[in-house]
C-alpha cells in the first residue's frame, strides 16, 4: 500500500505511539497478564540505574528477545499485538465459517471479506485482472479536463493524488465542516526522500525507481518503457516534493490553515477546475475551504499545463498498482514487500497471509470487527477502573496547572477551561459505522478493499454543512494505541491499550499509574504542549496564552528540544528535536502528572515494597518497560525521518533525566549519567527545582508519622511536595513520604522559619 496513504482525523490526532501497529488487541478476559507486573528477569542489574535506567530496567529483555524475521521492530506494543491478534484471528476464523450470516451484517462482512482476503489461489489466478477497468480508465485520458475526471475518481476511492480533498472541521470554527485540500501524492515515506542529495538518500531514490520499473514491468511494459516510466514518476512525485512543506513545518498548525472563498482558490490555480473536480466528487458545497499549503496547489496547478497527460498516467496508473500491489499474485506481492518491507524497514519475511489479512479487514471495515472484538473480550470493569483514573489525573493536572508560578491567572483560567472541557473516550464507541451499503463478497480483496475505501469517502463527504459528529472515533477499537485530537478536544483509549503492561487490573497502583497512567497524562499535556496550546477549549485554532506565559514556555520546552537533539539513533543520525518535541514533552508532562496522581492514591497507605520495590521505584520500572524496544537499522533511519516520537530508549531516560522524583526514588546524584545538569532540567508542568543534594530544613521538628520518628530529618520540595529524604543507598532507593502541599509563595510566608541547608 502507498506509505502516503493518511485519513484526515489520522494525521490531526496526536497518537501515543507511531500508527505502525495497524491492527492490534484489547482488553482480553481471562488472566491479567502472564506474569509478573514487573519482572526481575527482563532487568539488567549489572547497570546502574544512575548510568542508564533503560538498560538497567530491560536489559535482560532486550538481549534475550529477537525481532522475529516479519518485524521491522520488537516491543512492549508488538507482545500485546501478538499475544491479542491470536484473539482476532479466531473472531476472523469464526466469520469466514459462518457463510450463512445475515448479507450486511458484521459476521458476513467480517467473514467474506477475510475469506477474500485469504484466497491466495484466486489472486494468483487473477493477476492485475481485477483493476482492469480501472487501468481503462486511466489509459482513456487525453486532456487535461479528462485527467482532472480522474483524479476526482482517484479521491473517491482513498488515493491522495496529486493532492488530498476531504472533509474536514474548520479549524478557526471548530464547529463548521469545510472542505479541506492538502499536500499529497508521493509515494515514498517523507518528502525529504526526493529532496536530500546525500550518498543514502540517492542511494534510495536508484532503489525506488528499480521497484517501480520491476513493478510496472510485473503489470505488462516491456523493460525499457518501465524504466522510462519509472524516472517520469520519480520526476513528478519530485516536483510535489519540492513544494510541499517539512514534517517540522506542518507541526505549526497556523502554517497548514488558509481559508478562502471557493472562487478565490480558482484565481490562485486557474488550471485546476475545481467545480468539475468537486462535481465528479459529488460536492454540491461551494462555499468557504481551508487550503493547507498554497504554494503546493500552486506547483500542482503549473504542473497542469507543464507535465504532459501522458505522463500523468503513467502517474496515476503507478499508484493504483501501488496501493493494490499487496493483494495481487505473489510477484507483485514479493516486489512490494522487497521494496516497502525490506529496503525501507529491513525485515526479512513477509508476516503470514492471515496477520495481513486481519489489517486489511480492520482498515477496511474497522468498525465491523471492532464490534465482534469487544463483544467477546472488552468487559466494563476496565473501562470504569481507566475513566477513575482519567479523573485522578485530571485533578493533579488542575492542581499542578493552578499552583505554576510562571503561568498568569489569565492563562491559567483559560487552561483549567480546556482541561474541564476534555471529552473522554475509552474502549470503543458508542455509534458503529453502518456498512450496510458496501457490498463485500468473497471475491477479489482489493475489490474489497476499494468500495470500502469509497463508501468511506463519501461518508466523510456527507459531513459537510452538518454539525460535528463528537461522538466519532479515529482508532479502532482493538488498536494498540491513544491519542489526543485538538479540534475536538478530545482524549481517546481504545480498548487495544488497556491490557498488559499498560494495564493490570491485578497489579499495584504503581504499576498502573507508570503504565496506562503516563498513557493518560502523555494525551492530557497534549492539549497544553507547543501545538495543542493553539487550540481553545472549542476546539479552535486560538493562541488563547499570553504572549509573556508563551514565551515561558517556550523557554521551557526549549530545554527539551536542545536535549532531544543531543540524542544519537544510530551511527551519527541524530533525533530530530524540532519534529519530535510534542511528543516529547508530552512524554515528560505525562510522566510527571501520572507522578503526582499515584502520590494522591497512596495517601494514607502503607509504603509497602514488592520484589524489593518501593512504589515509586516501581512506578519507574513500569514506565520504563512499555519503552522495551529492539529495532532494525532501517526502521530507526525511516523513523528518525518520519516518526514525530523519539526511539523508545530516549522515551524513557529523556523524561527521567529531568525528574528530581526519579532521582530521589533511585537514592541517586546530580552528577549521575541519568540526571541532566540542573540548569538544562526541563520543567512544564511544576515549579520545582530541588533535588535530593539540595534540601530544606526546618528550626523546629518533623514529624514522619510514617516512619515511626519524632525528629528534624532533611527532606526536599519536589514539584511543590515536600518528600522526607531517606540516606538509603542508590542500590535499596530513598524513601520518598509525600507531606501537604506547600507551594513557593506559602514557602516565601514561611522562609522564617525555615533556614536552607546543604547536604553532601
Not at 491479542?84 to 457463510?99: D, R, W, Y
Not at 458484521?106 to 481485477?130: H, I, L, N, R
Not at 472515533?473 to 478530545?490: I, K
Amino acid at each position: 500500500m502507498s506509505h502516503a496513504t493518511r485519513t484526515h482525523l489520522a494525521a490531526l490526532a496526536r497518537p501515543f505511539f507511531a500508527m505502525m501497529l495497524a491492527s492490534g488487541l484489547g482488553f482480553v478476559t481471562g488472566p491479567a497478564s502472564a506474569g509478573k507486573p514487573i519482572d526481575p528477569a527482563n532487568m539488567d542489574t549489572s547497570v546502574k540505574p544512575g548510568d542508564d535506567f533503560y538498560h538497567y530496567a530491560n536489559g535482560g529483555w532486550l538481549k534475550n528477545t529477537p525481532i522475529p524475521a516479519s518485524e521491522s521492530r520488537w516491543g512492549a506494543f508488538s507482545e500485546v499485538l501478538d499475544r491479542n491478534q491470536q484473539v482476532l484471528h479466531g473472531i476472523l476464523e469464526e466469520a469466514a465459517k459462518k457463510t450463512d450470516a445475515p448479507k450486511g451484517s458484521a459476521w458476513q462482512m467480517v467473514g467474506d471479506f477475510y475469506a477474500s482476503a485469504m484466497d491466495s489461489a484466486k489472486a494468483e489466478a487473477d493477476g492485475t485482472k481485477p483493476l482492469d477497468d480501472e487501468f481503462k480508465r486511466i489509459a482513456a485520458i487525453q486532456t487535461v479536463a479528462d485527467l482532472q475526471d480522474e483524479i476526482a475518481r482517484a479521491q473517491g476511492m482513498g488515493a491522495r493524488v496529486p493532492f488530498a480533498l476531504f472533509a474536514g472541521q474548520d479549524a478557526k470554527h471548530s464547529t463548521d465542516v469545510v472542505v479541506n485540500i492538502s499536500q499529497a501524492g508521493l509515494s515514498l515515506p517523507d518528502r525529504d526522500y526526493y529532496t536530500k542529495q546525500d550518498d543514502a538518500a540517492k542511494k534510495l531514490r536508484d532503489q525506488y525507481v528499480a521497484h517501480v520499473t520491476k513493478m510496472l514491468t510485473l503489470a505488462g511494459d516491456d523493460a525499457t518503457t518501465a524504466a522510462a516510466e519509472a524516472q517520469t514518476i520519480l520526476g513528478i512525485e519530485t516536483q510535489l516534493a519540492n513544494a510541499s512543506l517539512t514534517r517540522v513545518q506542518r507541526r505549526d498548525p497556523e502554517a497548514s490553515y488558509h481559508k478562502m472563498t471557493f472562487d478565490s482558490l480558482g484565481t490562485i490555480t486557474p488550471a485546476i477546475q475545481w467545480g468539475r473536480i468537486y462535481d465528479g466528487m459529488g460536492i454540491a458545497d461551494r462555499g468557504p475551504l481551508v487550503l493547507g499549503q498554497p504554494e503546493f496547489i500552486k506547483q500542482v496547478n503549473a504542473m497542469m499545463t507543464s507535465v504532459p497527460v501522458a505522463d500523468w498516467r503513467v502517474y496515476l496508473r503507478w499508484h493504483l498498482l501501488d496501493n493494490a500491489a499487496a493483494w495481487l499474485s505473489s510477484a507483485f506481492v514479493d516486489e512490494d514487500f522487497d521494496f516497502g518491507g525490506h529496503i525501507l524497514n529491513g525485515t526479512t519475511e513477509k508476516r503470514p497471509r492471515w496477520k495481513r489479512s486481519l489489517q486489511l479487514v480492520d482498515g477496511s471495515i474497522g468498525d465491523a470487527l471492532g464490534q465482534l472484538y469487544v463483544e467477546k473480550t472488552f468487559g466494563p470493569e476496565a473501562k470504569a477502573r481507566a475513566r477513575k483514573m482519567v479523573d485522578n489525573l485530571r485533578a493533579e493536572l488542575r492542581d499542578r496547572i493552578q499552583n505554576l508560578e510562571w503561568m498568569s491567572a489569565e492563562t491559567k483560567t483559560q487552561a483549567l477551561r480546556k482541561l474541564d472541557a476534555f471529552q473522554v473516550k475509552v474502549g470503543y464507541t458508542d455509534k458503529w459505522k453502518d456498512y450496510s451499503t458496501v457490498t463485500i463478497d468473497r471475491g477479489p480483496a482489493i475489490l474489497n478493499a476499494l468500495r470500502a475505501g469509497q463508501f468511506e469517502y463519501k461518508r466523510n463527504l456527507a459531513k459537510l454543512g452538518k454539525p460535528v459528529d463528537r461522538t466519532e472515533w479515529g482508532m479502532t477499537p482493538p488498536t494498540v494505541n491513544a491519542y489526543y485530537n485538538p479540534r475536538m478536544n478530545e482524549i481517546v483509549f481504545p480498548a487495544g491499550i488497556l491490557q498488559p503492561p499498560f494495564f493490570d487490573a491485578q497489579a499495584d497502583d504503581a504499576v498502573n499509574y507508570g503504565g496506562i497512567g503516563a498513557v493518560i497524562g502523555h494525551e492530557m499535556t497534549h492539549g497544553f504542549d507547543d501545538q495543542g496550546r493553539k487550540s481553545d477549549a472549542d476546539g479552535n485554532l486560538k493562541d488563547w496564552w499570553t504572549p509573556a506565559d508563551a514565551e515561558k514556555y517556550n523557554v521551557r520546552s526549549k530545554l527539551v528540544e536542545t536535549q532531544y537533539d543531543g540524542y544519537v539513533a544510530i551511527d551519527t543520525l541524530h533525533v530530530n528535536g524540532k519534529l519530535t518535541l510534542g511528543e516529547n514533552t508530552a512524554d515528560l508532562g505525562g510522566l510527571s502528572v501520572a507522578y503526582g496522581a499515584l502520590q494522591k492514591a497512596l495517601k494514607g497507605k502503607p509504603r509497602t515494597k514488592i520484589d524489593g520495590f518501593t512504589p515509586e521505584q516501581r512506578f519507574f520500572l513500569s514506565f520504563a518497560q512499555i519503552w522495551r524496544n529492539n529495532a532494525r537499522p532501517e526502521a530507526v533511519r525511516l523513523r528518525i525521518a518520519t516518526d514525530p516520537h523519539s526511539p523508545g530508549m530516549f522515551r524513557c531516560n529523556g523524561p527521567l533525566s529531568n525528574m528530581a522524583e526519579f532521582e530521589a526514588a533511585f537514592g541517586l546524584k546530580d552528577t549521575d549519567p541519568m540526571m541532566r545538569p540542573l540548569a538544562e532540567r526541563a520543567k512544564l508542568w511544576s515549579d520545582a527545582d530541588a533535588r535530593p543534594g539540595e534540601v530544606w530544613s526546618p528550626r523546629g521538628r518533623v514529624d514522619d508519622e510514617r516512619a515511626g520518628r519524632s525528629k528534624p530529618r532533611p527532606f526536599a520540595l519536589v514539584r511543590d511536595r515536600w518528600l522526607v529524604l531517606s540516606p538509603t543507598p542508590a542500590t535499596s532507593g530513598g524513601t520518598c513520604v509525600t507531606l501537604p502541599y506547600l507551594n513557593r509563595k506559602t514557602l516565601a510566608l514561611r522562609s522564617a522559619r525555615l533556614a536552607r541547608t546543604r547536604t553532601t
